[in-house]
DNA sequence: GCCTCATGTGATGTATGAAATTACAAGACT
DNA sequence: AGTCTTGTAATTTCATACATCACATGAGGC
């Protein structure tokens, strides 16, 4: 099964945007996540909307973080996504005649929308600064004393 | 995001097998389910190396489940799938040296970590005499009196 | 004004993996 | 022997996330 890796990689470009005060171009956000401009474009769009970042044109453009960390959830990111199903798994037929079938797929619905609620809860209280005090954790603890590498 | 319907197909062709003693063939199987006999069987091979089921050939052999529904667990089926990804979304790369990535990598690992543990914990619990215990009331619910459609 | 750099977005191509299909070997009953 | 079944490898199909292409639009710099 093939996963969508959009909501890593929206994470992965907010924190650097959040890192400098200087738009960054769309180019400069898919070389670091090794991806396309385009790519970044279309998955920023939801950003956008949701009046996280902003975009501009022409010369010295390109995107820039217009919250603070404290007030982005790893829940609104998801969100900016489009809300995407969590689980890799589902109904063979989502409107079975056959009773057994019906049965089948209540049970998993049961277990996989309590599994939802529970993992969209954490996002709620996920926030980037936390993940941001992670990095400096990772820093001071890995690298120091040298340039720790941010690419 | 494509999904994986396999859990729900074997979970619906076992209670299915519940239902008779005769042994039912790939292709009586594959026609319930609208898919394919080979399909049938490859998803078979695992319930069969796990003991749950049992394959005869020739003239009037077929499938037949060889453990009550009480002794079947959601999470014994789920692992005769080899214990496929539950999650729909995954990192964009595995082993970052950027520490954001890493970072991030991190904090959606924990999320997933926590809501697989619940879900399996909750797959254990699951027997397939309780989805059959649900099929028994959706039948007397909405066909009291007349004959249910089990196909 | 014109050129370059940037986003915005529709259209198309590519890669991956589940599912379907095809093909054939082997076992079991009549 | 002939038919019905499972067992599997090989191949094709199909859905879709991601990449790429093409071009319009907006914003400086010259």
Redesign the interface.
């Given at each position: 099964?093939?996963?969508?890796?959009?909501?890593?990689?929206l994470?992965?470009v907010l924190?650097?945007m959040a890192q400098t005060d200087a738009p960054m171009t769309s180019q400069h956000i898919a070389e670091?996540?090794?991806?396309n401009a385009v790519v970044v474009r279309r998955i920023m769009a939801g950003l956008r909307e949701g009046g996280y970042v902003e975009a501009e044109r022409g010369h010295g453009g390109g995107w820039r973080i217009i919250r603070r960390t404290e007030e982005i959830t790893?829940l609104d990111v998801y969100r900016s996504l489009g809300s995407?199903?969590?689980?890799?798994?589902?109904?063979?037929?989502p409107q079975p005649?056959?009773?057994?079938?019906?049965?089948?797929?209540?049970?998993?619905a049961e277990?996989?929308e309590?599994?939802t609620a529970?993992?969209l809860e954490?996002?709620a209280t996920?926030r980037l600064s936390?993940?941001?005090a992670?990095?400096q954790e990772?820093?001071s603890k890995?690298t120091r004393g040298r340039a720790?590498?941010?690419?």
């Amino acid at each position: 099964m093939r996963q969508d890796t959009r909501l890593s990689r929206l994470l992965h470009v907010l924190l650097h945007m959040a890192q400098t005060d200087a738009p960054m171009t769309s180019q400069h956000i898919a070389e670091m996540l090794g991806s396309n401009a385009v790519v970044v474009r279309r998955i920023m769009a939801g950003l956008r909307e949701g009046g996280y970042v902003e975009a501009e044109r022409g010369h010295g453009g390109g995107w820039r973080i217009i919250r603070r960390t404290e007030e982005i959830t790893v829940l609104d990111v998801y969100r900016s996504l489009g809300s995407p199903d969590l689980f890799a798994f589902g109904f063979s037929n989502p409107q079975p005649s056959c009773l057994v079938e019906q049965s089948v797929n209540a049970t998993i619905a049961e277990s996989t929308e309590t599994a939802t609620a529970a993992i969209l809860e954490k996002f709620a209280t996920l926030r980037l600064s936390q993940i941001e005090a992670e990095v400096q954790e990772r820093m001071s603890k890995r690298t120091r004393g040298r340039a720790a590498d941010l690419g």
